[in-house]
């Protein structure tokens, strides 16, 4: 028992490595390609797709969920569309501009972000409508509930993820922060992203213990730990909006 028990931490400490590895990447691809092209550079949002695009990859092939090849191309597909609303141009033909988005500043600095959230908001609507269909046209539903929030859990982790291409919202702010009010915001702005980040460690923690994946998996344990690096996409869209709205 002490020997499962030994294992098992050992398997934990090895998924929150390497999901702390993933954040390690993230921060310091966004750092360097800001420091050399400029924070709000093209350059640093397509290195961050490029991170990002590299850890669907291994979420979808390290699937840690019981769900089939068909819930895995829904998610990937999903989650590579976000990624493309996020890095390009592609979003404003879900929210065209108009006068009123150019003469506002606030609208005007937060319209990427704008038309990101209309693709997530959609593409979370497809998710749940194209998984939900995809159960119904199984021929043996056993385990229906189950097959459904796995397709839709790892659908919904692979959207978020695109979040991190905000990054250089939050990293452009820190560099020209001036004033103790703003540097205090700023501040407790990344302390609250820390803690979110060392909640979801903690949740990883415990989908870790109650892991069950397929037979045929592949290192199901590195999908769990890109599970919270992917999640923690919405919170880095999040401070990035923020930091437009309130201001450091």
Same mark, same amino acid.
């Given at each position: 028992m002490n020997e499962s028990v030994e294992k098992r931490s050992a398997g934990c400490a090895r998924m929150l490595g390497v999901q702390a590895a993933a954040y390690v990447v993230f921060i310091v691809v966004a750092l360097l390609l800001s420091a050399v092209r400029g924070s709000m550079s093209t350059t640093v949002v397509y290195g961050l797709a490029a991170i990002a695009l590299v850890v669907l990859v *291994?979420?979808?092939v390290c699937w840690p969920f019981r769900a089939g090849v068909a819930d895995r191309i829904i998610g990937m597909v999903t989650g590579l569309l976000s990624l493309v609303f996020a890095a390009t141009t592609l979003g404003e033909k879900l929210v065209p501009t108009n006068e009123k988005i150019l003469n506002d500043d606030l609208?005007?600095?937060t319209y990427p972000m704008m038309c990101w959230a209309a693709a997530v908001a959609g593409l979370? *609507?497809?998710l749940t409508v194209v998984?939900?269909?995809r159960q119904m046209l199984r021929e043996e539903r056993s385990h229906l509930i189950r097959a459904l929030s796995h397709c839709v859990t790892g659908g919904a982790a692979s959207i978020s993820l695109a979040g991190w291409a905000f990054l250089p919202y939050v990293v452009v702010t820190g560099q020209f922060?001036?004033?103790e009010a703003s540097t205090g915001k700023f501040v407790a702005l990344?302390?609250?992203m820390i803690v979110v980040a060392l909640l979801l460690a903690y949740?990883?923690?415990f989908w870790m213990k109650e892991l069950d994946p397929a037979e045929d998996a592949r290192e199901p344990w590195v999908g769990v730990?890109?599970?919270p690096v992917m999640l923690f996409g919405l919170v880095v869209f999040a401070a990035a909006l923020l930091v437009q709205i309130v201001g450091c």
């Open positions: *291994v979420f979808h609208m005007r600095n979370l *609507v497809l998984s939900f269909g922060v001036e004033g990344i302390v609250a949740a990883s923690v730990a890109m599970l």
